[in-house]
């Protein structure tokens, strides 16, 4: 299990119903920032868990402390040594390794993309104990791939009651190993396994939910490949947010 450190020169934990997302030190600082900006302008609580960051990440986090005025942000990291694996698919996998950790403190998560936006305040459904994007595989997949995209992971609700459901998903990662695809599989599997596809406990999330093509009106943009940094939309709403922080 991976050992998740709650740093010492901060008391709050995550509590209630709390977005969560993980990341390494460059993504922290590129993404995670407004990230944070947009959670706080919705007025939804949020969590950040950091693998092997670097001393900038600290002081920022403390800056960033200061400045939240209309959430609770919590923090933890890790420290593990990612020389002899895929570090991409590691980053990718992380949030679903270490939430059920999250859970000992919080009611309900709603695990999202690091680099994604925060457009208005979310509800967490009553009444459901499991949230998942689920689609049609993309065209032209196959195989693994075909499995693996009939889940877009950016937007994933957990509940007490899904804490079986995350540790199936984390054993099926653990049993496959670190390929691309591996965390979306899981959830899937998991999914299908456990019979949440037939449950009215689950909710099916929709692109007003997450939205890849910045859309006025849906509640999280997502920046995916060069759209994070090449579509004006998302990239001037972005610095927007940064603007918000002194750092």
Known sequence: MIE??????FKERPSG??????CDSVYFHEHAIPLIASANAARNDI?????NPVEHVFSEIHKIAHQTPNIVVTFSYENTDLTL???RTYYASNRFMVAEQILEYADRLMIIDTDCLIMDHIEFPDGKDLGLFTRDSLPGTQGWEQLGTKVAAG????????????????????????????????LYEQYIEDGWDKSDKFIDFNDMDMDWNFVEGSKIWTGKGERKYKNETYVNKKIDFCRMFEL
């Open 155 to 186: 937007i994933v609700l957990l509940t007490q009651d899904t804490v079986q459901y995350i540790k199936g998903v984390q054993k099926r990662v653990q049993s496959y190993g670190l390929r691309w695809f591996v965390d979306q599989v899981a």
């Open 4 to 9: 998740v450190i709650w740093p010492d020169d």
């Open 47 to 51: 969590h950040i868990h950091v693998v």
């Open 85 to 87: 694996v895929d570090s």
């Open 17 to 22: 119903d709390v977005l969560f997302a993980s």
